[in-house]
């Protein structure tokens, strides 16, 4: 099997940042992109031409985009450890999984989900923050 056959069910296959970035905007508009991917070039003066331009330049932004087009528009199930490391457009989509109808989004789901996301983070820092805090060896300080 070539790559071409393996990548070929992959939604980003063949498809131009433009023509993904219309079907996401036709769909959800640029207010709900913000609110789920939060990415500036969204919310000031938010075009297709400007949006593609940022993106091109700027890899993280632009994986973003692409997972959210694949897992929330096209509603993919989320891929395993390894594919999930890969950038969306060299991941594998077994030939079982087609594409499903888009998920329905909200304002009010995005600003849940912010906050869990803030909710998580802040308590991986304080772990984070309690673990490096521990003397490195042991109680070797102690009297």
Not at 7 to 17: A, D, E, I, R, T
Not at 55 to 69: I, S
Not at 99 to 123: C, F, G, H, I, M
Request: charged share 30%; hydrophobic share 30%; glycine share 2%.
């Amino acid at each position: 099997m070539s790559n071409e056959e393996i990548y070929k069910n992959n939604p980003l296959h063949g498809k131009k940042l433009e023509q993904i970035l219309e079907e996401l905007v036709d769909f959800y508009g640029w207010s709900i992109l913000f609110a789920y991917i939060n990415i500036n070039c969204f919310k000031t003066n938010p075009s297709v031409e400007s949006s593609c331009k940022f993106l091109r330049k700027t890899q993280w932004a632009l994986e973003k985009v692409e997972g959210f087009y694949m897992y929330k528009l096209k509603n993919l199930p989320k891929p395993d450890d390894t594919q999930f490391e890969l950038p969306p457009r060299d991941r594998i989509v077994p030939l079982t999984q087609k594409p499903r109808t888009p998920r329905e989004l909200s304002l009010e789901d995005a600003e849940r989900v912010r906050y869990n996301k803030q909710k998580a983070n802040l308590t991986r820092s304080i772990r984070q923050k309690a673990s490096t805090a521990e003397d490195p060896w042991g109680m070797s300080r102690r009297k």
